[in-house]
């Protein structure tokens, strides 16, 4: 079964973003990561994380799960 849902970057200050990736886990859950950035990629850029558990209807708010760096964090 395939099923749509828009998940957009909660924060304002990452209005830009790209690269996801999604995982399904052994549990049926499912991760998607992504890189988001206030302006330039290599500057204050983090990745982001949302989960929909197995028997959920839609996925939890987006959290970041990797602080602002000063580089560029490549792709999820």
Known sequence: ????EVL???DAAYPHCHCATIVQLSCGDLLV????????ETRG???MLARKRANGATFDRPRRILAEMNGSLGNP
């Open 1 to 4: 079964m395939f099923s749509k």
């Open 8 to 10: 957009a970057n909660p």
């Open 33 to 40: 990561a992504w890189y988001a950035y206030p302006q330039e």
């Open 45 to 47: 850029g983090v990745l």
